[in-house]
């Protein structure tokens, strides 16, 4: 990834070029953060229809469940790096 910030001692600059760009960066982080978290509530619904219907032992399930596991595990990084 190209970087288009710069850390400084006081927190982060962008160049009067790239601020477009920064910009543009940032709604697409937020978008993605957004689709990981809507993602993350629609799962544990997901997966209580999947239980009411008996079916935990199918691939289906044990995706979801899966997925939730690596949502969860992006989202803790994206925390410890102060994103959330």
């Known amino acids: 990834m190209n970087r288009i910030t710069v850390k400084t001692e006081a927190g982060y600059s962008v ?3 790239n601020i477009k ?3 543009q960066r940032l709604g697409e982080f937020e978008d993605a953060y957004d689709a990981l978290m809507n993602s993350q509530e629609q799962i544990p619904k997901d ?15 044990k995706e979801m469940v899966a997925q939730k596991l690596i949502n ?13």
């Open 47 to 61: 997966l209580e229809i999947l239980r009411a219907q008996g079916k935990e032992k199918t691939v289906r399930y």
């Open 21 to 23: 760009a920064a910009v």
């Open 72 to 84: 969860n595990s992006i989202a803790m990084f994206l925390e410890r790096h102060g994103l959330r």
């Open 15 to 17: 160049s009067d070029k």
